[in-house]
């Protein structure tokens, strides 16, 4: 096996999604700590900065800054080369926070124990569904009072209709949290004090058997357990791996970040079950990396430059298969030319450095003048493909837009158009009413106010922005249908986007559900194609 195959083998890249607060951050940190790319948690930046609300550009600036040098992080770990992909949150919560979870071949879900499944969680474990790549939950706070452990899993299984399977199980919660059983060993795996997760901390294994147990473990909590354990094998399903790697079967795992009780476990064991970097379906058939010898890359990300002075951007891409020289010379399949990928960075830990070599799994951001879009391909292979392209995923805000100066009217569709591009919002047009007004869709609201800030700071235009009351969007699937006659709820709309493909906008779910009643044989999407 060649040098490169063995380097790609090592790679697991994973993306790492939850609700704002679950712990992203802190299992983020705990995991480079384990590394030893970090020495003390607490050093993860720009964390304090990303809570803030967001309320002017330098504001959107700084955390834009701050989700360029956390958006890859890579560390070495037990002969692994990890690469994990952040999904933002909170207020600068995107479309690019979709987008990332496309360069993901794996994704860690965190969830709270005390409050289940939240809504962002919903909203990208769908995208991961669609993707169907496999998804790992790790129960997190175990520390805190938590919710009945069997009803945690019964939410998941409800709540996202994936099936569930315990590697481990909780002992206690709350103060009383001592550790967790391994299933499939029969042991117990202790932990000891670490200062608040300062310190790694030790962890003791003991069989369930072992009558030293029953002095580490009240009576009580063992015979708990016993209970819980007896009841767990009879119900739960089994583990499969092929389930697994199909995305069909989410293994479980308890803990709390915060003290680093069962953050190891956690990843000794989702490294082994997941897996290194998977083939990727392309207009040629799949491009298998452990094959592939040529570099190839697809783009998935692009971010402004926070110099407004220089309008050049950052573009990051995913790469696939081969491996990557600084300054190499690449064929852009979408601009049909070759191209010189410069000044390419990768993040390490905390740090952002450029980057000399990189191979298939790696993320790396280059600089872009201005040519890259989202899903671009580009590749040295002789034989030329495209990547397949990443769906263009619902806006859930509204706004139509307008210049305030008619005289600007082509700076303001110039600048809105490449906002676009970027693919930090989506734009649309009026359907049959003469308006020449843009109607402008955005994943997270924080995108109107960069909207607005650019066109002014950027193309020097000034703009009046009327929310409307749309909260769903849906791509009309059929080729054949004539937007006229689709009969709709009197709160409906219709538009196109800019290669005049029909949409429908609707304030509700009632009313997607009347308007697929009305008219048989429609049928609606929540993903576009780009
Ligand atoms: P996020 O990235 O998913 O938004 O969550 P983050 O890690 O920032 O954690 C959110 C809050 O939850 C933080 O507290 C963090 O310390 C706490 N937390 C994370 N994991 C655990 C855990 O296992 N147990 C407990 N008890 N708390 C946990 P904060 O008060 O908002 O921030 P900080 O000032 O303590 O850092």
Redesign the pocket.
Known sequence: MSNITNEIKKRRTFAII??????????T?KFLLYGGAINQA?SVKG?ATA?HAVSDWMEIEKERGISVTSSVLQFNYDGYCINILDTP??QDFSEDTYRTLMAADSAVM?IDASKGVEAQTRKLFKVCVMRHIPIFTFI?????EARDTFELLDDIEKELGIATCPVNWPIGSGKAFKGVYDREHREIELFSDTQKGTKMGEVKKISLDDPELSTLIEEDALSLLEEEVELLDGASAEFDQELVSKGELSPVFF?????NFGVETFLQHFLSMTSSPLPRKSDKGEIDPMTEKDFSAFVFKIQANMNKAHRDRIAFMRICSGEFEAGMEVYHMQGGRKVRLSQPQQMMASERKMVEKACGGDIIGVFDPGIFSIGDTLTTSAERFCYEGIPTFAPEHFARVRQVDTMKRKQFIKGINQIAQEGAIQIFQEYNTGMEEIIVGVVGVLQFDVLKYRLENEYNVEIRMDQLPYEHIRWIENTDIDLDKVIGTSDMKKIKDLKDRPLLLFVNSWSIRMTLDRNEGLVLSEFGRS
């Not at 939850?18 to 299992?27: E, I, V």
């Not at 803990?255 to 003290?259: C, I, K, Q, W």
């Open positions: 939850s609700h704002p607060d679950a712990g992203k951050t802190t299992l940190e607490g964390k809570k949150g909170h965190v997190n706070k175990m520390d805190r803990g709390s970040a915060l003290t």
